[in-house]
Every structure is written in C-alpha cells, then in structure tokens.
C-alpha cells in the first residue's frame, strides 16, 4: 500500500514556475515508477510526465517537453515535477500515481497505475 500527498501548486503568472512535490508513505518507494497527471475543468485527465523506478527514464507529454522535468528523491520518498514557463493552459488539478515495477511503454495510461493522491491545484494566469 502507497499513499501519495502532493504540495506545491498555487497561482502563478504566465512565465512563471511552480515545482510540485509528490511525497509517499512505505518503505518500497524505489520499485515504483511514478507519474504525473492533470485534469483541466470540463476535460479528462492527462498524462503529464513519468519516470522510472530507478530514475533512469523520463517521458513527457508533447504540451509539457522541454518546460517541465520530473525526478525522484528516492531517499526521501518523493518525486518532484519543476514546471518552467507555465502558460495559462497548463492551469488543472495536478496528480501523483504510483506503479509497482516497470511501465513497459505504458507509462501515460491512467490505468497503469495502481495509486493516486488527491491532487493540488495550479493556476496559471495570463
């Protein structure tokens, strides 16, 4: 059993930057490939970015490549997404997920993964 608690969303301008922060219970933290998603209102919900158990692969949505990056802290039970140059599409509920293992290409199906948290709100105003 995983919980995740994400922190670090807000109201920030256009240009600006947040990093999210995804912290998780347990001690098995490392054989989890994690992942980031987001629901805008009215649209369903999205992958964002993912990354390997072990660190050693990142993959991002199209929309985010080259703004956002995603890592782990496997010491400290956490995954970071740093988001760069935010635009006011990006505004959504952002969300944690947690996948025992390796993805095998999977990694931007919901279904995939086998925890969520509950999500922290970013706000890009224009």
């Known amino acids: 059993q995983v919980q995740l608690v994400e922190s670090g969303g807000g109201l920030v301008q256009a240009g600006g930057s947040l990093r999210l922060s995804c912290a998780a219970s347990?001690?098995?933290?490392?054989?989890?490939?994690m992942g980031w998603f987001r629901q805008a209102p009215g649209k369903e919900r999205e992958f964002v970015a993912a990354?390997?158990?072990?660190?050693?692969?990142?993959y991002y949505a199209d929309s985010v490549k080259g703004r956002f990056t995603i890592s782990r802290d496997n010491a400290k039970n956490t995954v970071y997404l740093q988001m760069n140059s935010l635009k006011p599409e990006d505004t959504a509920v952002y969300y944690c997920a947690a996948h025992l293992g390796n993805f095998y290409s999977r990694y931007d199906r919901l279904s995939v993964y086998e925890y969520w948290g509950q999500g922290t709100q970013v706000t890009v105003s224009s």
């Open positions: 347990g001690r098995t933290f490392s054989s989890y490939s």
């Open positions: 990354v390997t158990w072990s660190g050693g692969s990142t």
